[in-house]
């Protein structure tokens, strides 16, 4: 009697399985949530390049980057996605080992800063993870690594776990890269300035503009949102003498995509403007090729770092678990 | 006949629990085979310090929920008709319904470095209020999560003692002493062992706040390792490994909370009258104020400071949002359908270990009946990430995982809820049983009727409260939707952490305030339906 409601719903739910097949003419996207919420890119992304193509454009999201690649891996050769869009330079170096991704095809023209070759994945955004400050609290905002490292403790800042979020490796990676073997000293001085550790970057910031802490790890383009949506210019990023170390999202046309002819018109549809326009103002992230028009003013007054830094995705995927026990255990003590 | 029928629904309930954790481990278990090294690696000292903090954190933490909460309990109890009562006891339920982070927040919003609290505090101890990160942060935001649920839960054990024991006392001239050792304790400490252990699960799996307030890495649980594994270094054999690791300590905690109870010798008298028999002193009444005073505050502190940012979003523009609206429905359907199914196995569960119980009269209780009992209970150490993970491994080549979705929603979340179901029905249930069930032989009265005449009447209030737990709980989780591909499941609590994650915090904030009126609605049309026929 008791498990009658539950056998009623499988029933339900089995039906809904078997949807129909599909149609000619159809592309499927995976990629994280944020891009395909409401005030994301992807509903005007998909509406520009149905616009083009007259397909249907599908989006399948995931959490974000990290759940993305492993959902192809556990799908493996079954997978449904044609194109999977969202992972970053930390993650292509495992995404290429899993053999599920074919070269792309012709792609427009790249502006990411240092240039960009591989023949598999093809960038669509990027940005600079940053320090942002909040101008009000924090009157000496520092201005390198070295600054941050040493300076008073008692002016915190609040910082992502590398073991679960992307822009707590990106800042493991950022110090790494400016320290070298001395990171693990830099991490014991930075620890005394850090308020807390979250799991991922919308608790951080959350607690950042809860006026919990003065600084949190984010990203060069953070103020642009402030000032275009809020109005105010309140919240900045600290420009770094070291440079600051780059996120670059990518996308990559599955082997099971390579046989659709939609996936080399999207990745192409991808680095052009009509996709490039779209991504300023709905993911908060630099545009990686040209756009048709210039981009809100706001995005001039950005930090714009005269070095950017970026390890080769194969040193990330050798040394990333070697590098986070290290942080681990220089931030346990 | 009767006797076996809802032994084999217990049965039944206790198989369905089963899959949904067996098939997981089996999904997560054939991968882990191809690559076991994870399995031998996971060893280390990482692992025994996480395992440490674990346990060490959940002690602490059920401690300090569950002790005062007796004492909340029993002035509740004591006070059946003080203004503001209801609402007090109202609020408890919401807690449970937000997300960890949700509630982080709110506790920050009171007690953090920007906090309301932080001027009175820094003027307190004549510096800069440090906010309460660290291990004393895990700790004031487990109790705000869990002193209301176990004093509900406490409450619930108070309510089924006979009004006759207490008319009893009067008439005895029994203190405040007295009655609590003699009516009081007994009726509590049966259920002590139950709702500890509960509370020490949910504290041993938190994930948010652990690593929100903890301030570092050196506040690392199994469960941020389990995580951890899953993620970054896709590790199934290190993952499965884990869990058990965290399974088998979190039995070896249960099993000696259990040696605290005792079993309830039921009171076979029938209740004649239902007012209440009792003086309280002045002192005692200053006490148990005070008591009610210091809760309530502790509870509605970081609730107010939720509301106060709430209402700095565009509340009436968020809810006419369609996105909004669709996301209420399905967090609503979602969370109801889980409701009745966790109110069902509940059910069942009850009824199979009280006729297991009553079958064996003397003689020590059985493994099944221990199962039906507290077995349900260790779904809620398995992290949702393992289950939803390991469901997807399995089914990853034979079905479409995505449509599979509510229905994984639905069964996680059912059985997550299906322990604090249990809690609040099984006393009740048991209460009923030792009075009803020989006078129901004797006259032949069985199934429909009696359950329509005897068992529904005295127990709705009881399954009403179980079904608001297990909703309130359905509420706020988003545990397992994460990896399945979440378009098709888009809840309240998804919404929020969406908008949170893309610079929205007003709207995150306004959407959290939503989720608990939801769940403050869903406690008025719980107690409206709830309602005691006899009163």
Known sequence: MRVKPFLLLTAAMTASCLAPAHAAGELTIYTYESFTAEWGPGPQVEKAFEAECACDLKFVAVADGVALLNRVKLEGEQTKADIVLGLDTNLTADARATGLFAPHGPIGELTVPGGWKDDIFVPYDYSYFAVVYDTETLKNPPKSLADLVDGDPSEKIVIQDPRTSTPGLGLLLWVKQVYGDKAPEAWKKLKQRVLTVTPGWSESYG??????????????????????????????????????????????????????????????????????????????????????????????????????????????????????????????? | MRQSGSVLAAKLALAFAAIVVGGAFLGLGIDAVRDPEGAVEAFDVYLLRAAGFTLWQAALSALLSVAPAILVARALNRHPGFAGRRLLIRLFAIPLSLPAIVAALGVIGLLGRAGYLAPVLSSLTGERWPGIYGLSGILIAHAFFNLPLATRLFLQSLETVPQDQWRLASQLGMGPAASFRLIEWPAMRAALPGIAGLVFMLCVTSFTIVLTLGGGPSATTLEVAIYQALRFDFDPARAVTLTIVQLLLTAAMVWLLSRLGAELTGEAALSVSSRRYQSIGPAEKVFNMVILVLAALFVAGPLLAILVSGLQADLAKLAARASVQRAAMTSVVLASLAALLAVGLAWALAAGRQKLASARRSHAAGLLERAMDNGAVFILVIPPLVIGSGWFLLLRHTADVFALAPVMVVAVNALMALPFALRAIRPAFDAAAVQNDRLCVQLGIEGWTRLRLIDWPVLRRAIFTAGLFAMALSLGDLGVIALFGSDTVQTLPYLLLSSMGSYRTADAAGIALLLGMLCFALTLLSDMFGREARQ
Do not use: C
């Open chain 1, 207 to 333: 607690l950042f503009t809860k006026g919990e802490a003065p600084m949190v790890l984010s990203y060069t383009t953070s103020p642009a949102y402030h000032m275009i949506e809020d109005k105010t210019e309140k919240y900045q990023a600290a420009e770094f003498a070291e440079g600051h170390y780059m996120q670059i999202e990518v996308a990559g046309v599955t082997t099971v995509g390579s046989k659709n002819p939609l996936s080399e018109e999207f990745m192409a549809f991808m680095t052009s403007p009509a996709f490039q326009d779209i991504i300023p103002q709905t993911n908060w992230m630099l545009p990686a090729g040209p756009t048709g028009k210039p981009l809100n003013p706001a995005f001039d007054k950005l930090v714009h770092p005269a070095k950017s830094l970026l390890m080769a995705p194969e040193e990330v995927k050798k040394f990333r678990k070697q590098w986070v026990d290290e942080w681990l255990s220089a931030m346990s003590q």
